[in-house]
């Protein structure tokens, strides 16, 4: 509180996130440490100690989203639940009464709403006109555009207007080729873990898979899987594709450093 100049309640907020995201860890007296993720990140030397490269915010993202044993609930529902194309906050909020009522959790209906106006103020950013205070700045995740806002819609039963937010599933040059292998792989570790092959669907479509979390379009996750097709010994992956059902298998990543890669790409690539 001292050195950083914070209240209380935000060092719980901070040591919530950085916890999260998988930046520290707790140790036995309950203070923090940097994990090897925030170590080879954040550190004086690190790949973005300032936080200035939009890989590290999808890095960041794919931590909280990749959680298989205790993901947020807003997170976990919406990325990999949410059946529609669009929501509204209503329309959310009720279905997040009916997912609670269905896991038998007693969360107020207060409790659910907060959730989800922190997941809707992560990624979406606040209007241009809002008055700068420490209240109005944008989550730096909101720089991925990930949900965008695509119109208004009449709230039923009364004249009130609400957003109408949809999420950008669309190709994204940003998730780099090492970007996605690194995804993939801690997919693989978290959620298959064992396992000789995945298939397409699971790649694209399963709960915490790379398809859903960062929300990419079919067409793309099938162009950026084709590249495996062909052998090659320095490849992570094998792809073996299929009118029915496509099949990835690992090729050589046994001594691979996915997350290096992600930030030495641009350098071999220059």
């Given at each position: 509180m001292v050195s950083l100049g914070v209240g209380k309640n935000m060092v719980r907020s901070i040591r919530f996130w950085v916890q999260t995201m998988d930046v520290a860890a707790p140790r036995q007296d309950r203070t923090l440490e940097p994990t090897?993720?925030?170590?080879?990140?954040?550190?004086?030397?690190?790949?973005?100690?300032?936080?200035?490269?939009?890989r590290t915010l999808w890095l960041l993202h794919w931590n909280v989203v990749a959680r298989p044993g205790d993901a947020l609930f807003a997170w976990d529902y919406l990325l990999h639940k949410w059946p529609y194309v669009e929501l509204t906050r209503s329309e959310a909020l009720a279905a997040f009464v009916r997912e609670t009522r269905r896991l038998n959790r007693s969360h107020s209906d207060v409790t659910l709403g907060q959730h989800l106006d922190v997941f809707l103020h992560t990624y979406v950013p606040r209007g241009r006109n809002a008055r700068p205070s420490e209240d109005s700045l944008d989550c730096p995740l909101a720089e991925l555009e990930l949900l965008q806002m695509v119109g208004e819609r009449r709230v039923d039963g009364s004249g009130r207007l609400e957003p109408v937010y949809a999420f950008r599933r669309e190709a994204k040059p940003e998730i780099t080729t090492a970007l996605f292998e690194y995804c993939l792989?801690?997919?693989?570790?978290?959620?298959?873990?064992?396992?000789?092959?995945?298939?397409?669907?699971?790649?694209?479509?399963?709960?915490?898979?790379?398809?859903?979390?960062?929300?990419?379009?079919?067409?793309d996750i099938r162009a950026r899987l084709d590249v495996y097709t062909k052998p090659d010994t320095c490849r992570p992956f094998n792809y073996q594709p299929s009118a029915v059902q496509g099949l990835v298998s690992r090729g050589?990543?046994?001594?691979?450093?996915?997350?290096?890669?992600?930030?030495k790409e641009e350098e071999s690539n220059a």
């Open positions: 090897s993720f925030g170590e080879a990140i954040f550190a004086d030397h690190g790949f973005d100690p300032f936080l200035e490269d939009i792989n801690d997919y693989w570790k978290k959620r298959h873990d064992g396992e000789a092959t995945l298939t397409y669907r699971d790649v694209a479509f399963a709960q915490g898979s790379v398809g859903q979390a960062l929300k990419l379009p079919e067409d050589n990543e046994v001594k691979r450093r996915f997350l290096d890669a992600v930030y």
